[in-house]
């Protein structure tokens, strides 16, 4: 079966720009993680959707923002853009049945440089 | 809360010798726990998981862990490093996939 599809797998903005990042889960997955991964910082929680709601955040500002739709597919945007935010954006998609998960599976992630 | 400490940013083995990769976590209740391994360049891959079933959890490529409740930890192992096991490892906690810092794990020849 096909695995998590992040798209696209690289890209460069300018400061003030913003950007939307594209995941497509393993095919029945319906939850969809995002992290931030940078050599400062390490992995980083953003946020999980499952079922189109968004079930858990992590402590980024408001210019960081995510939705799902009905197919499961999620896309993360970044406005506003600054420097600090160059990173590696790693999605993972999860098989979770009443609250249960069942190990994630991650995409090769997208390269975001901001100029 | 949960939150999960790797006791070493990096540790450094020859060739053919053990790997310990120490791991440490909190939780307020009996929590599932990852390791992912995540090779240069490359994305994350699972190496293996504990999910309240068995204590001593093997994986691929030979690693292994063992959850010790009393201890709050999840030690990853390998008796006999390879030259291919060089990467990042991340334990992981439960249910919000909390990631440690990682260890870097370096295999001298």
């Known amino acids: 079966k096909a695995g998590v599809t992040q798209t696209p797998r690289y890209l460069i903005k300018t400061r003030g720009q913003q950007v939307t990042l594209s995941c497509s889960p393993i095919?029945?997955?319906?939850?969809v993680s995002w992290y931030q991964q940078t050599p400062g910082q390490g992995l980083q929680f953003l946020f999980e959707?499952?079922?189109?709601?968004?079930?858990n955040k992590g402590n980024f500002p408001g210019r960081f923002s995510g939705r799902q739709f009905s197919n499961s597919r999620s896309e993360m945007n970044v406005s506003t853009l600054e420097l600090g935010d160059s990173a590696l954006y790693l999605c993972?998609?999860?098989?979770?049945?009443?609250?249960?998960?069942?190990?994630?599976?991650f995409g090769s992630g997208t390269r975001l440089t901001v100029v | 809360a949960q939150s999960v400490t790797q006791l070493d940013s990096h540790v450094s083995v020859s060739e053919g010798t053990p790997v310990l990769l120490r791991c440490n976590y909190s939780?307020?209740?009996?929590?599932?726990l990852f390791w992912y391994v995540q090779h240069p360049n490359k994305g994350l891959q699972l190496l293996l998981k504990?999910?309240?079933?068995?204590?001593l959890v093997k994986g691929i490529n030979g690693f292994e862990a063992e959850f010790k409740k009393s201890e709050t930890s999840f030690h990853l192992t390998k008796p006999s490093a390879h030259m291919s096991d060089a990467a990042e490892y991340f334990c992981?906690?439960?249910?919000?996939?909390?990631f440690g810092a990682g260890t870097r794990l370096t295999v001298k020849p």
């Open positions: 993972a998609s999860s098989l979770r049945v009443q609250g249960y998960v069942y190990g994630y599976t």
């Open positions: 095919s029945g997955h319906r939850s």
């Open positions: 959707y499952f079922s189109e709601t968004q079930r």
């Open positions: 939780s307020s209740y009996s929590p599932s």
């Open positions: 504990y999910t309240s079933a068995a204590t």
């Open positions: 992981v906690v439960s249910d919000d996939m909390r």
